[in-house]
C-alpha cells in the first residue's frame, strides 16, 4: 500500500474511531516523547501536532524516521510500517511546520519509544545438553547448567525467563533425584539424590594399577575364581563383565544416558498462562565416586600394636592425585600420616583423656597443588579403656549434723570423679563404707550418688566427731576417700545485745558513705564455732531507704555504716529496730525474744548543699533544620534546702544555644548545621543565687540529625576523550549527608532515556563510567546531562562536558588551527589586490638597490681610473 493510500486511509480511520480517545493524541507543536507499540497494524495514528501560527498548511519530517514513520499535510503524525523493536528501540525525529514549503515553526524534537511486545518465545542454545555427576554428590550444588534467551527487551518481563523440571527419566520410585535452579539454570542433586544415585557396576582399580585387559582378567579370576579352565573369549560371565566394563568406560551421555531430563524455559517469569516457552534435554550419566568419607573412625586408646598403623583408606577420583592431610585443630600433636596410595595412619597410640577426637582434613591435589576432589573431613574418635582411678574431690570431706536429727537425715554427698569417658561403665563409680568410728553402723551411704544418711539419732555428749573411710569403685579400679561428719550443738540458745538501746546519734547530712555510726555487740551461749552460735545482724525496722547497713564478722560483732547518702531534707531522722539471729534454725519450742533485738535512734544535721539535677544524664537529639528558637530542653535542678537557683551554659563555640538563667530552658538561637558539627557538649550550671559557689554542673550532650538537605554534586565537571584510543570517563559524585541522605546514588542520562552517543552504567555508590557509543567525524565538545539522585530519590541534573578529540601521544587533546575556506567575493578581491600591492612593492625596492649598487661600482672605477693617470 502506497503512502498515498495510506494518506487516504488515514481520515477514513479517524473518522471510524469518531475521534473517541483521541483528544490525548493532539496538541501544539513542542518537544515530545511517545510510546508506540512494536508491531502495530497501519497506517496507525500516533499524534496530531497543531501549530500556533495562522496559515499553517504543511509540515515535514527529519531524523531516523526512515520510510516507517510518515507526517500528513494536518499534522498527523503516522505509522507507514510496522516497528520492530528488535531492529531500534527507538527514534529521534524532528517536525516543522510549513507555509508553502517555508518552516514557520519549529523544528521540534519528538522521540518515538518502541515498545516490545511479547513475540518471541525464549530458545535454549543446544538442544541437547550432555552431563556428568558423580554418586553422593552434595545437594544443590550444580554440577551442570542450561541457558536460554529471548529477544525481547531484556528489561521488560517478556525476557523474563524461568527454568522448571518437566520430567526425569526414568523416574522408577516417583522420586525428583534432580532440580533446576528457577533463575540461573543450574541443575543439582536433591537431598534424594544424593543419596541414591548409584553408578554402573564397574571394576575398581588400585593407584597405578592398569587397566588393560590382561589386568581385567586377573580382576576376573580374583573375584570369580574359575574352577574350569575355559578361554575367557569362549567364558560367557568374562564376556559379559568385559562388554559391562567397555560400556562403563565409553559411556557417551547423548547415546547411552542414565536419566534424561527435560526441562522447560518461560518468558513472563513463568507467571502468565499466556507465557511463551521452549524446551531441551539433558542427558546424565552418573559416575562412580571414589572419594567417599570413611569416618567416623574409632580407634581404642593406648592400643597395644606396631606404629605406623593403618586406620583408614582414601580414593580420589583422579589416579595420579597426589593426597596431603592436616589436621582442623591446628594443634601441636598430630599423631596422624598419609601415603601416597590414601593410607591414612595411625603414629602413635592415642590418649583419650588427653584429646578425645580429631578431625583430620584430606586434600586430593594435582601436582601443581590444584585441588581435585573437594576437601574432606573425617573424624577419628578416641575408644576409651579404663585406665584412669576413681579420684576424691577433696583430701577430707567435712559435714556437720545437728544433735537429734531423725534417723534418715541427709548429711552431704561425698562427691569423687573418675577421668575415664562419663557416657561409659568405666567412669560407673560405687560408693561403700569400709569403716567409721568410734561407732559402727552409724551412718549409710547410698552406693549410687555418694549420699550420706544417719542411722541413728546422734548426741553431742556421745561423740563430736565421726571419721568414715569409703570405697570408691569402677569396673577395674577403687580408691579410699576420707569423710570427717561433726556433731553440733542443738540451737538451744538465743544471741544477746549487750544494750537494749544504743541511745541517740547525730550525723551530719554530708557524713560520707561508708562512714561507721557505732559498734554493737551481742553473744550466744551455744557450742563455739558452730552455726547454732553465729550471729548475723540484720536491720528490721526504720531503714526503708537502705541508707545504712551492718558489717560483721559473725563472731558478735557488728558495725553499723552509712552506705547512702543522708538527705535532712526528705529524712531528718531515723529510728532503726536490729536483729540478732542464728543461721541455724532454734530448737523446737524456742523463739526469738526482745533480749535479741535493739534500737538506734540517729538524727541527721542540715547542712547547706549545691543545687541538685533531677537527671544524671542529658541526651538531645534534634533535626539539623530545627528553626531559631525552638525548645530543645528544659533543664530541671532544684535546692535541697529551697532556696533560688540560676543556671548557665558553658562550651557552645558555635552559638547555636541560648539557656534561659530562671527556668534552665534551652533553645536554638541560629542554623544548625549536622555538615559543620554531627555532636557536641555544652555544660549547664546550677548555682544558688544567694551563694554562687554551691553549684552543681551537668553536661548536655547534643547530637544532630540529618536532613536531607544536600544534593549529590559532580566532584568533576569535565573531561576528554581520544578518538584513537577512547576510554569510558569516570564520574564521581560526593554529597555531605549521612546515611539515608547520601549514596547509594543513582545515575541516569536526563529523562533516563537511552542516548544514540552515550552509554552510562554505574560503578559503585558513589561513581559512575560514561562510554562514548559513537565516534564524530570532527573534534566536538558534548553537553551531557546526566542526572545524580541520592537514597531517598532527590538530586538535580549535571552538565558534564566532554571534549572528544584527536590526542596527542602525550593523552592530551590537540586542535588544528582554524582554516575559513569559505571567503567572500569582495574579501577576495581585496587579498588578491592587496598581494599584488606587497609584490610590486618589493619589486621596486629591490630595482632601487641595483641601481644604486651600480652607480657606486661605477664611482669606484672612475676613482681608480684617476689615480693611475
Known amino acids: 500500500m502506497t503512502p498515498m493510500v495510506h494518506l487516504l486511509l488515514l481520515p477514513l480511520l479517524l473518522s471510524i474511531a469518531g475521534g473517541r480517545g483521541l ?24 499524534y496530531q501536532f497543531q501549530s500556533s501560527h495562522q496559515g499553517v498548511n504543511g509540515f515535514r519530517l527529519s531524523g531516523e524516521e526512515g520510510e516507517a514513520i510518515m507526517i500528513s499535510d494536518d499534522g498527523w503524525l503516522y505509522l507507514e510500517q510496522p516497528l520492530d523493536w528488535a531492529q531500534n528501540d527507538h527514534y529521534l525525529i524532528g517536525v516543522e511546520a510549513l507555509v508553502d514549503s517555508e518552516v514557520v515553526e519549529g523544528p521540534v524534537s519528538v522521540t518515538i519509544n518502541v515498545l516490545d511486545v511479547n513475540n518471541h518465545a525464549p530458545s535454549f542454545n543446544q538442544t541437547d545438553y550432555a552431563a556428568m555427576v558423580r554418586e553422593n554428590s552434595p545437594a544443590d550444588v550444580p554440577f551442570t547448567r542450561v541457558f536460554a534467551s ?35 539454570g543450574e541443575i543439582s542433586t536433591t537431598q534424594e539424590g544424593e543419596q541414591m544415585l548409584k553408578a554402573r557396576e564397574g571394576i575398581q582399580y588400585a593407584r597405578g594399577e592398569d587397566h588393560s585387559s590382561e589386568a581385567l582378567k586377573r580382576k576376573f579370576d ?11 573369549e569362549h567364558n560367557p560371565f568374562y564376556n559379559c563383565v568385559e562388554r559391562a566394563e567397555m560400556r562403563r568406560r565409553n559411556v557417551d551421555p547423548l547415546e ?60 580420589s577420583n583422579e589416579p595420579s592425585a597426589v593426597y596431603r592431610l592436616v589436621q582442623k585443630e591446628r594443634e601441636l600433636k598430630f599423631p596422624f600420616s598419609i601415603t601416597e596410595d590414601g593410607d591414612i595412619q595411625l603414629t602413635e597410640e592415642l590418649d583419650r583423656e588427653e584429646k578425645d577426637m580429631y578431625i583430620l582434613v584430606v586434600f586430593a591435589e594435582d601436582y601443581l597443588g590444584n585441588e581435585v576432589d573437594p576437601p574432606m573431613e573425617i573424624q577419628v574418635v578416641a575408644e576409651d579403656v579404663n585406665d584412669n582411678p576413681p579420684m576424691c574431690v577433696e583430701e577430707e570431706s567435712v559435714f556437720e549434723v545437728q544433735e537429734n536429727e531423725p534417723v534418715g537425715s541427709q548429711i552431704g554427698q561425698l562427691v569423687a570423679h573418675d577421668a575415664d569417658d562419663a557416657g561409659t561403665t ?11 568410728h568410734p561407732a559402727a553402723n552409724t551412718f549409710f551411704i547410698d552406693e549410687a550418688s555418694g549420699h550420706i544418711q544417719t542411722g541413728r539419732m546422734l548426741q553431742r555428749k556421745d561423740a563430736a566427731e565421726y571419721h568414715l573411710t569409703v570405697t570408691v569403685s569402677d569396673p577395674g579400679f577403687s580408691t579410699q576417700c576420707k569423710v570427717l561428719i561433726k556433731v553440733i550443738d542443738i540451737n538451744n540458745e538465743l544471741p544477746l545485745f549487750e544494750k537494749n538501746d544504743y541511745g541517740s546519734h547525730t550525723l551530719a547530712e554530708d557524713t560520707p558513705v561508708g562512714h561507721t555510726v557505732l559498734t554493737l555487740k551481742a553473744t550466744d551461749a551455744d557450742d563455739p564455732g558452730s552455726g547454732s552460735s553465729l550471729i548475723e545482724f540484720h536491720i528490721s525496722a526504720g531503714n526503708d531507704d537502705k541508707v545504712f547497713a551492718i558489717e560483721t564478722d559473725g563472731n558478735g560483732e557488728g558495725r553499723l555504716v552509712v552506705v547512702k547518702p543522708l538527705d535532712f531534707e526528705s529524712s531528718p531522722s531515723h529510728q532503726l529496730k536490729i536483729d540478732a539471729r542464728n ?18 535512734s540517729l538524727s541527721v544535721t542540715d547542712v547547706d548543699e549545691a543545687p541538685e539535677f533531677s537527671l544524671d544524664v542529658l541526651d538531645v537529639t534534634v533535626p539539623e533544620d530545627t528553626s531559631a528558637g525552638t525548645l530543645l530542653l528544659t533543664v530541671e535542678a532544684k535546692d535541697p534546702e529551697g532556696k533560688e537557683i540560676g543556671f548557665k551554659m558553658d562550651g557552645d563555640t558555635r552559638g547555636w544555644l541560648e539557656i534561659d538563667a530562671a527556668t534552665g530552658e534551652i533553645k536554638t538561637k541560629a542554623k544548625l548545621d549536622r555538615e559543620t558539627l554531627e555532636a557536641f557538649e555544652v555544660t549547664v550550671t546550677a548555682f544558688e543565687k544567694a551563694n554562687p559557689e554551691k553549684s552543681s554542673e551537668r553536661v548536655v ?36 549527608d549521612s546515611a539515608p541522605f547520601s549514596q547509594p546514588f543513582t545515575f541516569s542520562l536526563a529523562q533516563g532515556k537511552k542516548s544514540p552517543n552515550w552509554d552510562l552504567r554505574t560503578i559503585d555508590a558513589t561513581s559512575a563510567k560514561l562510554i562514548l557509543k559513537k565516534t564524530p567525524t570532527e573534534d566536538k565538545t558534548f553537553r551531557v546531562p546526566i542526572t545524580i539522585t541520592d537514597n531517598a530519590g532527590m538530586g538535580v541534573t549535571h552538565t558534564f562536558n566532554v571534549k572528544v578529540c584527536n590526542c596527542t601521544e602525550l593523552g592530551y587533546c590537540y586542535t588544528a588551527p582554524e582554516v575559513h575556506s569559505k571567503v567572500g567575493l569582495g574579501a577576495t578581491i581585496g587579498i588578491l589586490a592587496g598581494t599584488l600591492g606587497f609584490v610590486v612593492l618589493v619589486f621596486i625596492i629591490y630595482v632601487n638597490r641595483i641601481n644604486k649598487n651600480n652607480k657606486k661600482k661605477a664611482l669606484a672605477e672612475e676613482a681608480d681610473t684617476d689615480g693611475m693617470l
Open 23 to 46: 483528544e490525548d493524541k493532539k496538541g501544539p507543536l513542542e518537544n515530545k516523547v511517545l510510546d508506540v507499540p512494536e508491531e502495530t497494524p497501519v497506517p496507525y495514528p500516533i
Open 150 to 184: 529471548d529477544r525481547d527487551d531484556p528489561e521488560s518481563p517478556n525476557a523474563h525467563l524461568r527454568y522448571s523440571l518437566v520430567n526425569q527419566i526414568p523416574n522408577r520410585q516417583n522420586t525428583l533425584l534432580f532440580q533446576i535452579n528457577p533463575v540461573t
Open 222 to 232: 580374583e573375584y570369580c575364581s574359575p574352577t574350569e579352565d575355559i578361554p575367557y
Open 256 to 315: 547411552d544416558p542414565d536419566f534424561t531430563l527435560i526441562v522447560r524455559v518461560q518468558d513472563l517469569g513463568g507467571a502468565s498462562e499466556n507465557a511463551l516457552s521452549g524446551n531441551t534435554r539433558v542427558n546424565i550419566v552418573v559416575q562412580q565416586n571414589l572419594w567417599f568419607n570413611p569416618g567416623p573412625i574409632t580407634v581404642k586408646e593406648h592400643f597395644a600394636t606396631t606404629y605406623p598403623m593403618v586406620i583408614a583408606k582414601v580414593q
Open 426 to 436: 568405666n567412669a560407673l563409680l560405687t560408693y561403700t563404707i569400709l569403716s567409721q
Open 583 to 600: 543461721p541455724e534454725p532454734l530448737m523446737k519450742g524456742l523463739e526469738y525474744g526482745s533480749e535479741s533485738s535493739t534500737s538506734v
Open 701 to 736: 550532650s547534643v547530637r544532630l540529625l540529618d536532613v536531607n538537605d544536600n544534593i549529590p554534586m559532580l566532584k568533576e565537571n569535565q573531561a576528554f576523550i581520544c578518538v584513537k584510543k577512547p576510554q569510558p570517563v569516570l564520574i564521581h559524585a560526593h554529597d555531605p
